[in-house]
């Protein structure tokens, strides 16, 4: 079971988002760097390997299509990394690119963790530089309490959801 350094990951990323605009493309590997640090801040028995790798490659299917970025995130990534390996990539990292999104599908402590961290961050970052410019200001309140209610719903049933909430908030909201 192949698991891709971290290093490989992020370039990986970086290359995908290249066919992106510029400023998408930067707003989306910046995304994947606010994953990150997300998953490192919050985790706790999980894998920080697989967790930061797939910060990274979960995000590389939406140079294809947003609602179906899970889909082309993990075909993208057996395709690259199974064939330069030789190995199946490991099941936990195809837990957290497939199902980072898909409520009540994730298998893994990993994957479950994924899903807060990817939605805390989508809300409190990428939503607000990719979608509030672009779409009416009901729209873009709507889509932030849809978000909300995604990730509350992800915390409600994790065992350390206070703690993982009181990282995030720290996270993106620090006093000042």
Do not use: W
Request: net charge negative; proline share 3%.
């Amino acid at each position: 079971m192949f698991i891709p350094p971290l290093s490989e990951a992020k370039e990986f990323a970086r290359q995908c988002f290249r066919n992106l605009s510029t400023a998408d493309g930067l707003i989306r590997f910046r995304l994947c760097e606010m994953v990150e640090r997300s998953v490192v801040a919050t985790a706790d028995d999980e894998d920080c390997d697989i967790l930061r790798v797939s910060a990274y490659l979960q995000e590389v299917g939406v140079i294809h299509s947003s609602r179906q970025k899970p889909l082309y995130s993990l075909q993208m990534c057996q395709h690259t990394f199974e064939e330069s390996s030789g190995e199946e990539l490991h099941s936990t990292l195809v837990d957290c690119i497939q199902n980072h999104v898909r409520s009540g599908l994730a298998r893994t402590p990993e994957a479950r963790l994924m899903q807060i961290c990817h939605k805390y961050a989508v809300t409190h970052y990428l939503d607000y530089m990719l979608l509030k410019a672009r779409i009416s200001e009901a729209s873009f309140e709507k889509l932030q309490m849809e978000r909300i209610e995604a990730y509350s719903e992800y915390l409600r049933d994790h065992p350390r959801s206070t703690l993982i909430e009181r990282q995030l908030q720290k996270l993106f909201h620090p006093i000042r």
